[in-house]
């Protein structure tokens, strides 16, 4: 059972990894393929179980590396001459090699009882079942809701439906209700699909109400809501993986996108929909339990890119039925080839250490060394410590510019330093509980080297902590087939290509090109010149004192690219970094964001969140795809932009610092100090379907003007409530600028 659970895993990673980079290659095509790559990937990871079960065997072969029994080969004395004329003669073996051999054989043949196998299982088990559980009561939550929800069944909305869903060739009933326990359209079910208004639904203009059913029936044409489920279904039985959930957040976000696409194509204007989106999300909150069975329309993490997207002129197409047709052949055939692979290891042999011929072959097996006598002095043999851990040494002439080819079936933690010398040296430490079920290798390859480790026996759930230190050429070259474990490079100049199945990246003082990824882990590239990219499933990137082009990307965690003026002390896996003069730097793809204080001053960027900041004594630049956010003292300025959202923000310095707030829709409110000098220049604008006008309300007195034509340059007709002057004696600009919602400027 752990073996199947073990081939899952590898089997799922394979179809994800090779999801994401097919959506890499569709980067700039239209949404709708790279939703249809997500949607192919999803079923086929929740069909791969049974197919496992069901499609017969495709068994590939593999030789294991032989055990090698360190023992004499003779009883006389080792120091005498071989005998040159008789170089392939036979040797016996003596009664003390018999007997190591016998040992050996029977150490392999009966293991000890393990129960970690049986305590991963039940990890495994727990997970899948908390995930389930999830979804379970998603879908109770989502039907009290709709129990409890009104039926929109007047004229205009039926009328409205209809009209739509002819258009997208929908012809099932579709149920239209309204709840004030949803605060954000939805789209849900998957035999009897419907749509979930928010309560204030009834009162919406006749615009808003056509783009939102678009975009909701959009969702309900494709059948996103069981999509959604398969998603679900993916996550709960591939729980540990975390490329499952990055793929979950990428299909989301492509539904919305190729949605969005699709209202666009039915001639919406691209600002008119901008402008309903940030609507809509202003009121947005979470979706809570029921978002595994819904597609909601307004998510704030997501917002900040679909806007970019929405007015960006790109391709909008639908995906064409004969590519639909090929992409599904695609996914069948490779979803079958995958599910029969079967790996068998043929059987291993006994070697004697003295008659192997690789330049370097190691193996744990025996417990204690027993002296090597061998015709090769130079080679050095494995010595066991008294901890019980092995240390292996090796070394083989290469020339400059050569390869080094990393195979790690057992994964290792990597260092890798640049040396003058045309060698590669190799200092292996092997531990962890199956260190003895390891064989490591060093042999010459071509021009350069390879070093090979693998268990003899990979039955069961194996565990190592290995550590190998490796010495190279300046000038070589590393390909890295790592199963998982820490990679760190220094003074080399080469191509660095491959991946580890997760742990931390650092290189230094490297020249070259790069292209690195690592399953999960924080990356630190420093003081070099590099191509090409460095790339983690999760965790913080950081890139400072790099030349070259060099990239990052994180699955989950963010990017940050250090300067000669923006020096980098520390960072950390939640998307903050601290410079070195103090200034907090965060940069999320979206969620909320809490600083207690910034000395320093603090940059701050998120897709999509509430942002709230302390006491801040340096300037405070805050962006924000959607969410509050709330400044609690700025000293020297502040800069401050959400897509939708309330803002607040105290000014303890009395001038001298330009301040800025702006909100796509939301109260923006200013508490400024008593002495103030400032200009002010404040504008708020009301659009013609909103409930009445905004207004500017300020404990200084001013002068406020408001147009009395509509303006539909910007989008939804709109008038504009605008305040100019100066308070105190003058000074630096103080600008806010927000869409239907008041501005208030407060004294101290």
């Known amino acids: ?145 709709v129990r409890n929800a009104i039926p929109l069944t007047s004229d205009d909305w ?55 059913l678009r975009h909701e029936l959009a969702h309900i044409a494709r059948g996103d809501a069981l999509l959604c489920l398969l998603s679900g279904i993916a996550c709960a039985i591939y729980w540990i993986n975390p490329l499952v959930w990055a793929a979950s957040r990428r299909l989301r976000t492509e539904q919305e996108r190729s949605c969005d696409d699709r209202v666009l194509t039915l001639g919406t204007v691209p600002t008119d929909y901008a402008e309903h989106l940030l609507e809509v999300a202003r009121s947005a909150r979470s979706i809570g339990m029921h978002s595994f069975v819904s597609v909601a329309m307004a998510r704030p993490s997501q ?95 290469v020339s400059r510019g050569g390869t080094l080819v990393l195979d790690l079936k057992t994964g290792a933690g990597l260092r890798i330093t640049g040396t003058d010398e045309n060698r590669v040296r190799m200092h292996a430490v092997l531990r962890g509980r199956d260190w003895r079920n390891t064989n490591i290798s060093l042999v010459t390859e071509g021009s350069g080297a390879r070093i090979t ?33 820490s990679v760190f490079i220094r003074d080399v100049e080469g191509d660095f290509s491959g991946s580890t199945g997760g742990g931390e990246i650092n290189i230094e003082n490297a020249r ?3 292209h690195l990824t690592t399953g999960g882990g924080p990356v630190n590239v420093a003081n070099s010149n590099l191509s090409g990219s460095v790339t983690t499933g999760g965790g913080a990137v950081l890139i400072q004192g790099v030349t070259g082009g060099l990239s990052g990307s994180s699955g989950s965690g963010a990017v940050f690219y250090g300067t000669d003026k923006v020096k980098f002390a520390e960072v950390s896996g939640e998307g903050i970094g601290r410079t070195v003069d103090g200034r907090v730097i965060v940069t999320k793809s979206g969620g909320s964001v809490s600083i207690a204080t910034a000395p320093n001053g603090a940059t701050i960027s998120t897709g999509g969140g509430r942002v709230t900041v302390g006491d ?22 502040a800069t401050v932009s959400t897509g939708a959202g309330d803002v607040k923000m105290t000014i303890t310095g009395s001038g001298g610092y330009p301040i800025r707030a702006e909100s796509g829709s939301g109260t923006i409110t200013l508490i400024l100090p008593a002495n103030m000098s400032a200009e002010l220049d404040l504008e708020t604008a009301f659009t013609n379907n909103h409930r009445g006008s905004t207004q500017i309300e300020s404990d200084w007195p001013l002068s406020t003007t408001v147009t009395p034509n509509w303006d539909a340059s910007e989008g939804t007709p709109r008038r504009y409530v605008r305040a100019r002057q100066t308070i105190g004696s003058g000074g630096a600009r103080i600008t806010v600028k927000t869409v239907n919602g008041d501005i208030i400027i407060k004294r101290r």
């Open 512 to 514: 070259g090109s790069a």
């Open 303 to 397: 917002l900040e890119g679909r806007l970019l997207a929405v007015l960006q002129n790109r391709r909008r197409e639908s995906l064409a039925p004969s590519y639909r047709i090929s992409a599904t052949a695609f996914a069948i055939m490779a979803l079958l080839a995958i599910a029969a692979l079967r790996p068998v290891r043929t059987a291993s042999a006994i070697v004697v250490a003295a008659q192997a011929d690789s330049p370097m072959l190691l193996n744990t097996v025996v417990p204690k060394p027993l002296p090597v006598a061998t015709a090769k002095p130079e080679k050095q043999p494995v010595t066991i410590e008294a901890t019980g851990d092995s240390v292996a040494d090796g070394d083989v002439a």
């Open 1 to 145: 059972m752990n073996q199947f659970i073990i081939l899952l895993l590898v089997k799922s990673t394979l179809i994800l990894v090779l999801a994401f980079v097919i959506v890499s290659l569709l980067r700039s095509a239209a949404a709708s393929a790279r939703y249809a790559v997500w949607a192919l990937t999803f079923a086929t990871t929740v069909a791969l179980p049974i197919a496992m079960v069901a499609a017969p065997s495709w068994r590939i072969a593999f030789e294991s590396s032989p055990a090698i029994i360190e023992t004499p080969l003779y009883t006389q004395a080792v120091s005498a001459e071989p005998n040159p004329a008789r170089p392939s003669e036979p040797v016996a073996l003596s009664a003390r090699t018999k007997s190591a051999v016998t040992n050996a054989v029977t150490s392999i043949e009966t293991p000890g009882l393990d129960v970690l196998p049986m305590i991963v299982l039940l990890m495994w088990l727990v997970g899948s079942l908390f995930v389930g559980t999830r979804i379970l009561a998603g879908r109770y939550s989502l039907r009290r809701i």
């Open 453 to 485: 480790s693998e268990y003899r026996d990979p039955d069961g759930v194996t565990s190592s902590s290995h550590r190998i230190e490796i010495f190279v050429p300046r000038r070589f070259n590393i390909r890295l087939n790592s199963a998982g474990g």
């Open 158 to 212: 039926r009328s409205l439906v209809q009209r739509e869903c002819r258009q997208l060739g929908i012809d099932r009933e579709i149920r239209i209700m309204a709840s004030d326990r949803v605060s954000t359209p939805l789209a849900a079910g998957i035999t009897s699909p419907l749509i979930l208004l928010p309560l204030d639904a009834r009162s919406w203009s006749a615009e808003h109400r056509l783009i939102v």
């Open 616 to 637: 801040a004594d340096g300037d405070v630049r805050i962006n924000t795809g959607g969410g509050d956010v709330t400044v609690g003292s700025a000293s020297r300025g």
